[in-house]
Every structure is written in C-alpha cells, then in structure tokens.
C-alpha cells in the first residue's frame, strides 16, 4: 500500500510540475537576471524586452488543455490502471514542457544576438553552469 501511495505522489507531482512550467514559463524567462549579470546597456535592455514579449506570445499558444485532464488521478479513484490513458497524458505533458523549454532556448538564442563578444562568452558560462533553458 505504502509503495502505491508514492507512486501516486510521484505522479501527481508529474502532472503538477507540467502545469507549473506552461503556466509560469513566461514569468521564468531569464530577463531580470541576465539583465544583471550581463550589465545590459539601455538599448539591449529594449531589445530584450521586445524578445521576452514575443516569447511570452509564443508560450501563451501552447495548448495546455492535456494539463486539465486527470486521467491518472481518476485511475487511482477508480483504481483501475489504463496504460494507453496514462501514458498519453504523460506524453502531452512532456510535450508541453518540450515546447516550453524549445520557447525559451529559442528566447536566449535571440538574446545572444544582441550581445557584446564578452556577455555572449559570459551567457554560455551561464548556459553550461544553470541550464537556464
């Protein structure tokens, strides 16, 4: 009984933590803190900015509709296990943070190109010490 409770945790934690990505992905863009660590001039800090609110527009299109299904919660209440179900719910759920995490690798790429040769040499650094896609 103990090791069904933790596999149920271990998998509502799943389906929580794809819902946490979709829905705070925008407020998670690196913006404030690679602003800091990269002293940002006035008009790259514009530039920036304009990128993070086209990120924010591509990630708010991320249909997230598999995020609302509980199809794996309703396994457990019924406790009847679905392969198909549960795994298609836990694909749509990579899927979405594989989408996010593509929005956001794609936002620091566009970053870096309006960089200086050094706060691009320090934003790799960054990139390899904090995986901050």
Do not use: C
């Amino acid at each position: 009984m103990k090791k069904v409770f933790k596999i149920a945790t271990l998998i509502t934690a799943l389906a929580f933590s794809g819902m946490a990505v979709a829905s705070s992905a925008t407020e998670t863009l690196p913006q404030d803190s690679l602003a800091k660590q990269l002293n940002f001039s006035p008009e790259q800090t514009q530039k920036v900015k304009a990128l993070r609110e086209d990120t924010q527009k591509e990630i708010a299109k991320i249909n997230t509709d598999a995020l609302t299904q509980d199809a794996i919660v309703d396994m457990f209440h019924s406790g009847v296990w679905d392969d198909s179900a549960a795994k298609k719910q836990l694909n749509a759920i990579g899927d979405i943070q594989s989408k996010v995490r593509y929005q956001r690798a794609k936002y620091l790429f566009n970053v870096s190109q309006v960089l200086t040769t050094e706060q691009k040499k320090q934003l790799q650094q960054m990139l390899i010490e904090k995986q901050l896609y």
